[in-house]
C-alpha cells in the first residue's frame, strides 16, 4: 500500500535561514507528489507539484522540491525563510484506485515549520 | 488555480442535531470530490469519495449512516453529519478535481464543527 512519511513533526528556523522539509513516500507503481501549505484553520494551497519530466520542481513563494525515485523522496526545500512561511506543510501522493476509475491523495502527517525573528 | 467554496466555515450545533455542510466548485465541473476530516494538529483523514452520479465511496472506519455524502451536480457536494455528537467535532474539508485521474485537487476552505 502506498504510504508518505514527514520525518520531521516540526522544524523551527531562524528568518532568511534556508529550510529542508523531509518527505518519503512507498509505492510500487509511478506516481504524482505533491506539496501542500495550510494556515490556521484554512484549507489547503498547492505548493507544487511533480507529474513527470525534470526532478527538479520550482512551486509558488520560492519553494521548491526534488523528486528523487532512488531514494523515494521528494524533499521541499526554501533558500530563505520569512516569518510569514510559518505554517503547516502536507506531502502527499495520488494513488490510483484500481477498477474505481479516479485517483485519491494520500496525505502524510504534516510538518509544522515555525520560523523565528 | 481554480476555486473551490466551502459553507459554513464555522458552525455550532447540539448533540443530537444534524448538520449540513455544502462544497462548490465555482469556476469549474468537479467530476470527482473528496471529504477530509482533520483533527487538531494532525493530518488529513480521507472520509469518502464522491464521483458525480454515482454513490460515494466510504473509506474503512467511516460510518456511512452517520456522514450522508451528496454529490448531486458537476458544482456542488454536500456532506451532512447526522445526529452528531460531540466526538464529531472537528475540522471538515473537502476537495474537489475536474476529472476521476486528474492529477490536481482544490481545496475548500474548510468547516470547523462544534458539537455542544
Known amino acids: 500500500a502506498q504510504s508518505v512519511t514527514q520525518l520531521d513533526s516540526q522544524v523551527p528556523v531562524f528568518e532568511e535561514a534556508p529550510v529542508e522539509l523531509r518527505c518519503n513516500y512507498s509505492?510500487?507503481?509511478?506516481?504524482?507528489l505533491f506539496w501542500y501549505v495550510q494556515y490556521p484553520n484554512q484549507g489547503l494551497q498547492l505548493l507544487l507539484k511533480?507529474?513527470?519530466?525534470?526532478?527538479l520542481v520550482k512551486g509558488i513563494n520560492g519553494f521548491e522540491a526534488e523528486f528523487n525515485k532512488s531514494q523515494t523522496s521528494f524533499h521541499l526545500r526554501k533558500p530563505s525563510v520569512h516569518i510569514s512561511d510559518t505554517a503547516e506543510y502536507f506531502c502527499a501522493v495520488s494513488v490510483a484506485i484500481t477498477f474505481g476509475g479516479y485517483n485519491k491523495l494520500i496525505f502524510g502527517a504534516g510538518t509544522r515549520l515555525a520560523v523565528h525573528p | 488555480g481554480a476555486v473551490v467554496s466551502q459553507h459554513p466555515s464555522r458552525v455550532i450545533c447540539k448533540s443530537g442535531t444534524s448538520v449540513k455542510i455544502e462544497c462548490r466548485s465555482l469556476d469549474f465541473q468537479a467530476t470527482t470530490m473528496f471529504w477530509y476530516r482533520q483533527f487538531p494538529k494532525q493530518s488529513l483523514m480521507l472520509m469518502a469519495t464522491s464521483n458525480e452520479g454515482s454513490k460515494a465511496t466510504y473509506e474503512q472506519g467511516v460510518e456511512k449512516d452517520k456522514f450522508l455524502i451528496n454529490h448531486a451536480s458537476l458544482t456542488l457536494s454536500t456532506l451532512t453529519v447526522t445526529s452528531a455528537h460531540p466526538e464529531d467535532s472537528s475540522f471538515y474539508i473537502c476537495?474537489?478535481?475536474?476529472?476521476?485521474?486528474?492529477?490536481?485537487?482544490?481545496f475548500g476552505q474548510g468547516t470547523r464543527l462544534t458539537v455542544v
Open positions: 476537495s474537489a478535481r475536474a476529472d476521476r485521474v486528474g492529477t490536481e485537487a482544490f
Open positions: 509505492s510500487s507503481v509511478s506516481v504524482y
Open positions: 511533480y507529474l513527470s519530466g525534470s526532478t
